[in-house]
């Protein structure tokens, strides 16, 4: 197969589309800052308790939105033809 930049950019753009239009993706922008509200008032002030909170939000909101979007894709049926399409994973 070739590398097809118009395929990779029809891929972002359906993903930004998901992102913007699904309220439950767009909403876990916010759970950084409130986890890092938590962790305050805990009262630790240690770089550990720092790095916690910086690991625990990339990997929650990564985690998050991916399983959020492929559930819509299955809701909606359009999972099928999404892992149909020709693009692979080694492309991005």
Not at 14 to 24: E, I, P, V
Request: charged letters at 15%; hydrophobic letters at 50%.
């Amino acid at each position: 197969m070739t590398f097809s930049w118009r395929r990779v950019n029809a891929i972002l753009v359906k993903d930004y589309k998901d992102f913007s239009r699904n309220l439950a993706v767009s909403i876990i922008i916010f759970m950084p800052p409130v986890m890092a509200a938590l962790f305050s008032r805990i009262g630790t002030v240690s770089i550990e308790a720092h790095y916690m909170v910086f690991n625990m939000a990339f990997a929650l909101v990564a985690t998050y939105v991916q399983c959020s979007l492929i559930a819509e894709e299955k809701d909606k049926n359009t999972l099928r033809g999404l892992m149909i399409s020709p693009a692979s994973t080694l492309r991005f």
